[in-house]
């Protein structure tokens, strides 16, 4: 048993700012590369940002500079800083992980999403 925990997503103005927060907790052997996805309504849901285990960072075009990614390994716990928030951002965040456990091979875990709406 995986379970990714979302938190920080609400409603704020243009060029406000919000911090997503996903912890995972369970059976947990490793944790490899994680990500946030968001999904706008009637639109497929889309690569915000992914982290590997080494720090490596990729961030889709739209969120460059004002996005950050970052990881804490000690807590399981994945984190999205989002600065200057554009109307345009508004839509579900989730939260996806690469999990090991035991006696089974690496898959993916996604979280339950944290909506954030951006007004102006």
């Known amino acids: 048993q995986v379970q990714l925990v979302e938190s920080g997503g609400g409603l704020v103005q243009a060029g406000g700012s919000l911090r997503l927060s996903c912890a995972a907790s369970?059976?947990?052997?490793?944790?490899?590369?994680m990500g946030w996805y968001r999904q706008a309504p009637g639109k497929q849901r889309e690569l915000v940002a992914t982290?590997?285990?080494?720090?490596?960072?990729n961030y889709a075009d739209s969120v460059k500079g004002r996005f950050t990614i970052s990881r804490d390994n000690a807590k399981n716990t994945v984190y999205l800083q989002m600065n200057s928030l554009k109307p345009e951002d508004t839509a579900v965040y989730y939260c996806?992980?690469?999990?090991?456990?035991?006696?089974?091979?690496?898959?993916?875990?996604w979280g339950q999403g944290t909506q954030v709406t951006v007004s102006s």
């Open positions: 996806k992980a690469a999990v090991g456990v035991w006696r089974k091979r690496q898959d993916d875990y």
């Open positions: 369970g059976s947990i052997l490793s944790i490899n590369d």
């Open positions: 982290i590997t285990s080494g720090g490596s960072t």
